[in-house]
């Protein structure tokens, strides 16, 4: 089992329940290592208040995008009255099905601007949990694809009847270049309410990475690093610097960036 990934005879293993969930509470531990967003989550409300004091007990709404494994959903579930996984990786989103069971729901989809189809993509040799997959068009038939759903996050909100509810939301966004098209997605659900989110953003994956900053700016949110155990101010200037670093297995270890927070 490499990086909590199993492959061959051992992904079969994991169509159990009771092994899923193993599996799964150790994928999260292990998981620490590599990002430290993971004790801003399982921290709050206490980190967030040494930026805004008033942020509240408890959160309406958990939404994880780009699920994966779910390792920030697990963390969520701590803070918020709902928990969403959003995952267009078939064999993920079953797994997460066994791993989460009736403590959160997931939506096998990807998450866009708009609703439809669309093929996730990787050109390369990730396993079963397929970490680097994208939207995108197939590769004259190599490396794995799959078809996929596509909804807009105001729309997965709006048929799960949680778009109504007031109250703060916080979301981890991890969709490998296209933050933009899933921030556009939902305008509603971010309108006039606290909102703290979690955006993986690589310049590597989207040369307009600037525009997030930009558009969440616009959108009265301030922009912050976690280093330290506390949020300190960051900006496009950091992604930027990333470029000439490699993220290496484990980020957080060897100090490559590319996670943000954006905090209203």
């Known amino acids: 089992m490499a990086n909590g990934a199993p492959s061959g ?76 996984l959003v995952e267009p990786n078939h064999e993920q989103a079953e797994y997460l099905r066994r791993s989460f069971g009736a403590s959160a729901q997931v939506v096998e989809a990807a998450a866009g601007r708009a609703a439809g189809t669309a093929l996730l993509v990787d050109a390369g040799a990730g396993g079963w949990r397929r970490p680097l997959a994208r939207l995108g068009a197939a590769a004259d038939g190599k490396g794995w694809q799959q078809a996929c759903r596509v909804e807009t996050v105001d729309g997965i909100c709006e048929r799960l009847g949680l778009m109504g509810r007031p109250g703060a939301i916080v979301a981890k966004i991890d969709v490998e270049g296209a933050e933009q098209a899933v921030l556009e997605g939902m305008p509603r659900l971010l309108a006039d309410r606290p909102a703290l989110l979690i955006i993986e953003i690589e310049a590597r994956l989207n040369p307009d990475y600037a525009g997030i900053f930009s558009l969440l700016a616009g959108q009265g949110f301030g922009c912050f690093v976690y280093e330290a155990g506390r949020l300190q101010p960051g900006g496009p200037e950091q992604a930027a610097a990333m470029l000439t670093r490699s993220p290496g297995r484990f980020g957080r270890l060897n100090s490559y960036r590319s996670n943000f927070v954006f905090l209203r």
């Open 9 to 84: 005879e051992a992904m079969k293993l994991l169509e159990f329940t009771g092994l899923a969930r193993l599996h799964h509470h150790l994928f999260t531990l292990a998981y620490h290592a590599h990002e430290a967003e993971l004790e801003l989550v399982a921290g709050l409300p206490r980190a967030v208040r040494r930026v805004m004091p008033h942020w509240p007990d408890r959160a309406a709404l958990g939404i994880d995008i780009g699920a994966g494994t779910g390792p920030y959903g697990r963390k969520l579930m701590r803070h918020c009255d709902e928990v969403v």
